[in-house]
């Protein structure tokens, strides 16, 4: 089964309204991504209610912590745990960041910037074939909001990340607010991030808000999807296509309804982009 | 003066660790917006922190709660991949640490929480029933050894903190400050096999110390060596045994073994 339509992130205040009695409380929500370190060697509520979701709906896992572009060991442990928990949630997809969160066996957990070396993309895209292996799964890289560049890059931030996936072979996540933040905060064209980035390998999308503080934008999670990231979204649709997309919100979280609400303005964007008609 | 990756990194965590400067020439244009890493390091680990400690918190107010966890932060950088364990050490760091250490009720308050955090969430497992005791014959049960669930955990406290805990969670004015012990007490912590909801007792001095024995493989014969020292020695088997009920009762145990069999 190929993933299809638009999803939100899932968090543990609204399980109840998503496993509630209401059964069309998710209308609209067509899948859930979870936050994969969440379920990693845990039990309890927060498993037991997943996988209630899980029954329900399709879902894909997103990590924040695999630290792909660390000079530190790939975590075999950590790799493990990840294996396990795909074997058992089976997600469509499963991604996590282009970035590293430490070095020297320390986690700053943070989603680290790289620079935009050769000798980082070849670090990269070796690791991420191991972790193709591992798994026994494609894997997608998603580009992350970063507030430096190095005086080191050699290269765009999307010849970066098309050069990794190609020579790793893996996919690519798509963060449209991502690319909004990074390109205002480094004066780079994100019109020429989406025309560079290669169209066959973008399997899904993600949008947030963010924090804006007139002069830099921080990546906050706490907002709605402001307009003119949007904006740039259907500029995503007309290059890409129909892609999988959903909505992250990690702070100041509203209502589940609220949610889906948003994320049915996504859909509008998308079917009006892509003159579909809708269901 | 071109820097390989792995001296970039070293450089950039000793930034957000101990505000080193050693990477500001690497960065483009002076790095203007660096302090967005700066500020997210602390920030995020004393969120996660907060979120875990409310007895902690209420016990300190937020000016002395936000002090102890900055000190906590630097003292132990977290070396995992979940932010679920940040707290592990704080217990410990907390008995231990010169300032903090003089109020041992902050310690009693965190070992407590952190107990509580580790039972909410533990790994899963399949629980022995009362009928699986009653299929070990006789002659086993001297050599029995016992395997817990993941989610059963204990801490051993100088201070009855639970209802001022109890306090925090609800978001109501505590009646009094933690009552210190005449003695250490030890707690036990577990999740509900069937509701899933974090269950906590204290637990008499003689069961403690069987549970700490049984946790680390020591046999019913010794466990009941050990409840023998606290009540009459005719009494302790017999004890020893009420123990074990209880604790299948509760959903404490996994698996029941002696000499390569199973029950």
Known sequence: MTLQGFGLGLRPQHFPEILGDDPNAADGVDWFEIISENFI????????????????????????????????????????????????????LISDHLCWTGVHGLNMHDLLP?????????????RVMRVQDVLGRRFMLENTS??????????????????????????????????????????????????????????????AGHEHNGDYIVDTHDEPVPDYVLDLYAKAVKRFGHVPTMIERDANIPPFAELVRELKGVRLIAERELDMVPA | MSASLADLQSMFQDRLLRADDAIDPHLANGG?????????????????????????????????????????????????????????????????????????????????????????????????GVETMTRVPPEAWPMLTFTFHPSLHTA?????????????????????????????????????PEDL?????????????????????????????????????????VRAAGLMKGWVDSGWLIGIDAEGMSW
Request: hydrophobic share 40%; charged share 25%; aromatic share 10%.
């Open chain 2, 32 to 128: 203007p917006f660096m302090k967005a890493y700066d500020h997210a390091y602390r920030a995020r680990l004393i969120e996660i922190l907060t979120e875990d400690f409310e007895g902690l918190h209420l016990l300190l107010g937020d000016e002395q709660f936000f002090k102890m966890l900055g000190e906590y932060v630097d003292a132990h950088p977290s070396t995992t991949r979940s932010v679920r364990w940040l707290g592990r050490y704080l217990p410990d760091w907390l008995k231990n640490s010169e300032n903090w250490g003089k109020h041992p009720e902050l310690a009693s308050m965190a070992a407590f929480e952190w107990m509580l955090g580790l039972a909410f969430d533990a790994a899963d497992a399949r629980l022995v």
């Open chain 1, 114 to 126: 790289l620079p935009l070396t050769e000798e980082s993309a070849e670090h990269v895209a070796t």
């Open chain 1, 41 to 92: 060697g845990v039990g309890g509520p927060p498993l037991h209610n997943m996988m209630a979701v899980r029954e329900r709906f399709p879902m894909v896992m997103h990590g924040v912590s695999l630290s792909i572009g660390s000079t530190d060991p790939l975590d075999g442990n950590y790799l493990k745990g990840l294996k396990e928990l795909a074997d058992l949630v089976e997600p469509e």
């Open chain 2, 197 to 237: 909801i974090v269950m906590y007792r204290f637990m008499e001095k003689d069961e403690a110390m069987a549970l700490d024995a049984a946790q680390k493989g020591i046999t019913f014969d010794g466990i009941c060596e050990i409840v023998a020292g606290h009540t009459d020695a005719d009494e302790a088997a």
């Open chain 2, 156 to 192: 051993t406290l100088d201070f009855d903190v639970s209802a001022f805990y109890r306090a925090a969670k609800a978001g109501v004015d505590p009646d009094g400050p933690p009552i210190p012990y005449d003695a250490t007490v030890t707690w036990a912590a577990w999740r509900h």
């Open chain 1, 146 to 207: 970063t507030y430096v560049t190095f005086e080191e890059d050699e290269m765009t931030e999307w010849e970066f990340l098309s050069e990794i996936c190609r020579r790793a072979d893996c996919d690519i996540l798509l963060d449209v607010n991502n690319i909004y933040v990074s390109g205002f905060n480094h004066g780079f064209s994100m019109e020429a991030y989406l025309d560079g980035v290669p169209t066959d390998r973008v399997k899904q999308i993600h949008l």
